[in-house]
């Protein structure tokens, strides 16, 4: 991993909030073929995705990232593209120093909580309880991750908006590419949802990925917070 490249420009941790906030689908993907990974964040972003998180799951993981940022920028403008499966700072700088917008974790670490404060690089860590969602914000976390979402469901989102009704939450892991999924979830009262391998099966068409994605954004608009 090699990040002495930086790039540049630079967007706000609270700009990039506000952008995710507007654009409440968010693909999350991983595949180690680059020319792959491109056809499927060109579909994504011909639906009306505008804001993608990129997961470190592969042993060339931040190789694929590093041409995605590029691909990006010429290709896909408007995009926001961020790093998720973090779990440690060196990770955290690397993938920050190689344009990424955002970085998502599985767990909460102050030390990446660190790192993006530093960079000014909006940091979404992964929490499950009501302390865990308590302390990422105390380090400042100004958007938090429930997953897996699948093994709590929508009624515990709605039991934690009674005493946190201001924590800006995001679910993945559980999140169906369907309206009933959709609208259960955000009925619930989540900001934003990532969607996974779900999102993407049988996703051999782009287009048809693209129009799913286009229809999905669709009802969104209608049911969001």
């Given at each position: 991993?090699?990040?002495?490249?930086?790039?540049?420009?630079?967007?706000?941790?609270?700009?990039?909030?506000?952008?995710?906030?507007?654009?409440?689908?968010?693909?999350?993907?991983?595949?180690?073929?680059?020319?792959?990974?491109?056809?499927?964040?060109?579909?994504?972003?011909?639906?009306?995705?505008?804001?993608?998180?990129?997961?470190?799951?592969?042993?060339?993981?931040?190789?694929?990232?590093?041409?995605?940022?590029?691909y990006a920028r010429e290709q896909c403008p408007e995009l926001l593209l961020g790093i998720g499966t973090i779990y440690n700072a060196r990770d955290a700088e690397a993938f920050i120093l190689a344009g990424?917008?955002?970085?998502?974790?599985?767990?909460?670490?102050?030390?990446?909580?660190?790192?993006?404060?530093?960079?000014?690089?909006?940091?979404?860590?992964?929490?499950?309880?009501?302390?865990?969602?308590?302390?990422?914000?105390?380090?400042?976390?100004?958007?938090?991750?429930?997953?897996?979402?699948?093994?709590?469901?929508?009624?515990?989102?709605?039991?934690?908006?009674?005493?946190?009704?201001?924590?800006?939450?995001?679910?993945?892991?559980?999140?169906?590419?369907?309206?009933?999924?959709?609208?259960?979830?955000?009925?619930a009262g989540v900001n934003c949802v990532g969607m996974g391998s779900q999102l993407f099966k049988n996703a051999d068409d782009p287009a048809a990925l693209s129009r799913r994605i286009a229809g999905l954004?669709?009802?969104?608009?209608?049911?969001?917070?």
């Amino acid at each position: 991993m090699n990040p002495a490249t930086q790039y540049d420009p630079k967007i706000s941790s609270a700009d990039v909030l506000q952008r995710v906030l507007a654009s409440p689908v968010i693909p999350v993907f991983y595949h180690a073929d680059v020319d792959y990974a491109q056809r499927m964040l060109s579909a994504c972003y011909a639906g009306g995705i505008r804001v993608f998180e990129f997961t470190n799951r592969g042993d060339n993981a931040f190789e694929v990232f590093g041409q995605l940022r590029r691909y990006a920028r010429e290709q896909c403008p408007e995009l926001l593209l961020g790093i998720g499966t973090i779990y440690n700072a060196r990770d955290a700088e690397a993938f920050i120093l190689a344009g990424a917008d955002f970085v998502v974790q599985p767990i909460t670490t102050a030390d990446v909580a660190a790192t993006c404060r530093h960079h000014d690089v909006a940091w979404v860590p992964g929490v499950m309880t009501l302390n865990e969602i308590f302390h990422a914000t105390r380090l400042g976390a100004a958007l938090v991750k429930i997953f897996p979402g699948s093994v709590v469901g929508p009624d515990y989102v709605k039991a934690v908006r009674g005493p946190m009704p201001q924590v800006k939450i995001m679910v993945t892991g559980g999140v169906e590419p369907t309206v009933e999924s959709l609208r259960e979830w955000f009925g619930a009262g989540v900001n934003c949802v990532g969607m996974g391998s779900q999102l993407f099966k049988n996703a051999d068409d782009p287009a048809a990925l693209s129009r799913r994605i286009a229809g999905l954004l669709e009802f969104v608009a209608t049911v969001k917070p």
